[in-house]
T-cell receptor
Framework: DSGVTQTPKHLITATGQRVTLRCSPR?????VYWYQQSLDQGLQFLIQ???????AKGNILERFSAQQFPDLHSELNLSSLELGDSALYFC?????????????FGEGSRLTVL | AQSVAQPEDQVNVAEGNPLTVKCTYS??????LFWYVQYPNRGLQFLLK??????LVKGSYGFEAEFNKSQTSFHLKKPSALVSDSALYFC???????????FGTGTRLKVLA
């Protein structure tokens, strides 16, 4: 158990809809990262937050947004969903001051868009 | 820009034989290098990392990796493969000047009994 919790584990929705994925980082970790893993593809970096502030941005679509709250949990909002958004979405966290540290991953949220 | 390449989609090895999973990287600053393993329907688990120091890094489950600066490589190795090592392996790099961790496309390791 990595200590990173993601909900929901599975989500099925229709095109055009909006969903919110939630992540609770390990206790004490200030950094949260979001990644997308599509079928037969590697992990695409979406966005990183550190202590509530956006720190780094990757290939995140404009239809997607994220935020980190004062209690350090994070939410990834996906709107106007398309079939191609079906993927496994991972959240990861890293420790305070661990600028060279490894990431700890949650079990992921599997999104299916029909 | 930083990037990671895992040139093999799949590696097959017989149980008991040594295994190597290849990774090359490109960064502008000093590289921080990582290996992760992913079992079906699970999140990624950290195996080992290279930040600085000894080029041979030892990690979990008997895995090790060798950092080669001149070849910009960080290959994952294990002296004797187990069937239970069969999984998807990801190499990742972080440039010391950024906060982004970039992952390779993954290599599926299949250990045959």
């Amino acid at each position: 158990d990595s200590g990173v919790t993601q909900t929901p584990k599975h989500l099925i929705t229709a095109t055009g809809q909006r969903v919110t994925l939630r992540c609770s980082p390990r206790s004490g970790d200030l950094s949260v990262y979001w990644y997308q893993q599509s079928l037969d593809q590697g992990l695409q970096f979406l966005i990183q937050y550190y202590n509530g502030e956006e720190r780094a941005k990757g290939n995140i679509l404009e239809r997607f947004s994220a935020q980190q709250f004062p209690d350090l949990h994070s939410e990834l909002n996906l709107s106007s969903l398309e079939l191609g958004d079906s993927a496994l979405y991972f959240c990861a966290s890293s420790g305070v001051g661990a600028t060279t540290g490894e990431l700890f991953f949650g079990e992921g949220s599997r999104l299916t868009v029909l | 820009a930083q990037s990671v390449a895992q040139p093999e989609d799949q590696v097959n090895v017989a149980e008991g034989n040594p295994l190597t999973v290849k990774c090359t990287y490109s960064v502008s600053g000093n590289p921080y290098l990582f290996w992760y393993v992913q079992y079906p329907n699970r999140g990624l688990q950290f195996l080992l990392k290279y930040i600085t120091g000894d080029n041979l890094v030892k990690g979990s489950y008997g895995f090790e990796a060798e950092f080669n600066k001149s070849q910009t490589s960080f290959h994952l190795k294990k002296p004797s493969a187990l069937v239970s090592d069969s999984a998807l392996y990801f190499c990742a790099v972080r440039d010391s000047g950024t906060y982004k961790y970039i992952f390779g496309t993954g290599t599926r390791l299949k250990v045959l009994a």
